[in-house]
């Protein structure tokens, strides 16, 4: 290598070096990470947090708590026995008592997404970059644990499970692993790198759920009128920039949405004069078909959609807008359904526990009977409700509120 030092190379090694400079700096002062404040309060007593064995035989409410939410997450954000609600610019671990375990806020972002996976919680806020700039706190402790900054879709929908947590917006799904690095990127990417890494940049996403080491997205394309593309692939490859597509099924649909996940499938709601549930492996088989009632969570929901969904110990579950379906955990085939929920429900010891007009209906999964109803009084509220179990409370999610119930 011959090494030269003329002044034009001086004036180009100046000229590179200001450029880092002003990119780095513009980094910094778009990811206002300097500006946040994290503050812990009232922090939960160490070891296991106690839950309920069994549901209870009636429940009072107990106290209730603001929060805001996020587009694509229905269900209270759960970790040790805390609940995370969220404003404008930040969240707050709410012990089982009411009080204040942590709090995490910024000055002048907007929170745009929140998850919960590996006993944290996960908050992204909206930069000049997008919706990237994303900070994993330990429940527990209110400890920093991981941070990740990068280029965003502004406007997008949570994507999380028990492994992963990510975004998805009609450009591009993120979804990145416990220590916040990215596993995986699908889409139209901004600063690309290399070309033709992507597969299908000029679609448009409409849903994707992951689970373990399997995503599963859909999408229409220009070039494929009336078709929906539903794709399988899995979560970790070997280049996070070059996802490696497994399967493609086309669907012969506008609209057709996912609606549940499992290790290796997949269900997708197809709209019509007669909708229906369609299951697929992810080798592109279908393996289960089931005429079903319109789902006002679809029809009425934009785009990317994102459907409520919650993991029970022997199925997998989605609420439609008007009834809750239960999947068979391997192929997603239909099992049952519970008429009446305002939304996800619960396991408590064997049973199911679900939200509907009358207060917590127990369902004896077996056999899909409501066994009984615990009474509870919503003062007049009738819209959706999203259940969880956090320590001994029992945890409604009612709009802009989540309200604790305790058992009596």
């Known amino acids: 290598m011959i090494l030269s030092s003329s002044r034009r190379d001086w004036i180009a090694t100046a000229v590179i070096t200001a450029a880092c400079t002003a990119a780095v700096a513009g980094a910094v002062v778009t990811a206002d990470i300097h500006d946040a404040q994290l503050v812990r309060h009232e922090l939960p007593p160490e070891g296991d947090v106690l839950v309920l064995a069994q549901p209870p035989a009636a429940v009072e409410e107990a106290f209730r708590v603001p929060t805001a939410g996020v587009a694509g ?5 759960v970790a040790h026995g805390l609940v995370a609600v969220n404003d404008a610019h930040g969240i707050t671990a709410v012990n089982q008592d009411g009080s204040t375990a942590w709090t995490y806020t910024r000055g002048e972002d907007e929170v745009c997404s929140l998850g919960r996976a590996w006993n944290k919680f996960v908050v992204t806020y909206r930069t000049g970059l ?18 990740r900054s990068a280029i965003n879709s502004a406007e997008v929908v949570a994507v999380q499970s028990n492994d992963r947590v990510g975004t998805l917006s009609t450009e591009r799904l993120d979804v990145w692993r416990s220590d916040m690095v990215r596993t995986i990127e699908y889409g139209d990417v901004e600063a690309k790198q290399e070309p033709d890494m992507q597969p299908h940049e000029e679609c448009t996403l409409s849903s994707a759920l992951t689970r373990k080491e399997t995503i599963a997205l859909t999408e229409s394309c220009p070039d494929n009128a009336n078709t929906t593309w539903l794709r399988f692939m899995g979560a970790t490859p070997e280049d996070s920039r070059k996802p490696e597509v497994d399967a493609d099924v086309s669907i012969p649909a506008d609209g057709a949405r996912l609606v549940a996940v499992a290790e290796g499938a997949a269900a997708v709601y197809v709209p019509g004069p007669q909708a229906q549930i369609l299951s697929f492996n992810s080798a592109g088989a279908q393996v289960a078909a089931s005429d079903v009632d319109q789902a006002p969570a679809v029809t009425n929901a934009a785009t990317p959609f994102a459907p409520a969904t919650a993991d029970l110990p022997h199925h997998m579950s989605w609420f439609d807008g008007q009834r809750l379906y239960l999947f068979e955990p391997t192929n997603l085939k239909i099992e049952f359904y519970v008429p009446g929920a305002l939304g996800t429900g619960i396991a408590i010891g064997d049973r199911l526990v679900v939200p509907t007009a009358g207060g917590l209906a127990v369902v004896n999964w077996d056999n899909a009977q409501v066994e009984r109803t615990i009474p509870v009084d919503r003062g007049g509220y009738t819209g959706p409700v999203y259940l969880e179990m956090a320590g001994t409370n029992l945890v409604e999610n009612r709009g802009a509120e989540a309200v604790f119930l305790k058992a009596v």
């Open 130 to 147: 997008g919706c990237g700039d994303t900070v994993g706190i330990d429940a527990a402790t209110g400890q920093y644990a991981k941070t």
């Open 73 to 77: 997450q229905y269900r209270p954000l």
